[in-house]
């Protein structure tokens, strides 16, 4: 996931919770936001 810049990471699981795409891949995503130490508000619910 390197190649992905922070910004398209916090980009990507945004939409993958929207899209309510796999559990698993969006833990993986939250994984690396985690891993970078990015200051990422999780409770984005965009209902």
Do not use: G
Not at 13 to 28: G, S
Request: glycine content about 0%.
């Amino acid at each position: 996931m390197r190649i992905l810049t922070d910004e398209n990471l916090i980009e990507a699981y945004k939409t993958a919770v929207e899209l309510k795409l796999d559990p698993h891949f969006i833990e993986l995503l939250m994984q690396e936001i985690k891993r970078r130490k990015l200051d990422f508000n999780i409770n984005c619910n965009s209902a």
